[in-house]
């Protein structure tokens, strides 16, 4: 089997094959919070692969991209406060709230680069984040409780947690085969180039801002969906969702599971996550050992764990050939 296939089709094949797989392994060993426990990871991992979409492939180290994550859950919750429970009202206002707020400050972030890029997307995530605390109506610092979930045409599907997984599942589904095609258009190839060189873009004729733009505002959009699944999950919200403290975890969980791949960012989430659960039953300072496993992988496992995986193929590969 070639590095490549195995890279591109049969890892993600396989991941989402298992993530499929675990409502039956709760059901069998009667583990009601693992089931839990992976849906807030597939939550998790909806808002890795948006971030992996413009910080993989086109550069964009977004230090405000939980923000969106707060405009998707502040909008079903706000609506629910106002007894509107419908996911076909709730959720797209969630998009356009996300996209909107995407548009307005991906206009002005994209004009900079480098860390001047990343302390305004701070910046502007950090404003959401004051606006959602002074929201006292809406409960301000101390958050929002939502009495239920959700409703879609009276299914229940947000009321099962079985169906609520494997919502969330078809979502993280969805938002991958829909990024995956865009990586691999002729859009996802002008993302690559301005990464690589953008003036020699420009010489072709090609302006990347727009193509940038047009990213930045997916990403967001996408990640306000995972917000508006969040919030039904935990029947809560809190403007801790949109902090500078979880814009760093998500690019933290990116860049251990690998940039660019997309599948990357779904194993790092899940990686980073498993690693704060185990650790942080050991000792309330887990952190101190959560930081050089980050380390070591950032030194030794150029890629992350994407890296380490396909230099693990890539030597078994080259060992068949010399027998």
Known sequence: MTGPLFKNTVLPLALFAALALVPAYADVFDDRFVLLFFTRILVFAIVAISLDFILGLGAMVSFGHAAYIGFGAYAVAILS???????????????????LFALLTGAISLKTRGVYFIMITLAFGQMAYFTATSLSVYGGDDGLTMWGRSELFSTGIFNGDTSFYYLVFGVLAAAYLLLRTFAASRFGRVLKGAKQSEPRLEAMGVDPYRY???AYVIAGMIASVAGALMANQAEFVSPAYMSWHRSGELIVMVILGGLGSLHGAIL????????????????EHWRLVFGPLLILVVLYGRG??????SGQIGRKSQGEVDQ
């Open 81 to 99: 406060e106002h007894d509107i429970w419908e996911a076909w009202i709730s959720f797209p206002l969630a998009v356009a709230a996300g996209g």
């Open 304 to 309: 992350g764990l994407m890296g380490l995986i």
């Open 268 to 283: 790092g989430t899940i990686a980073y996550m498993v690693l704060e659960e185990v650790l942080s039953g050991y000792s």
């Open 212 to 214: 940038r733009l047009a």
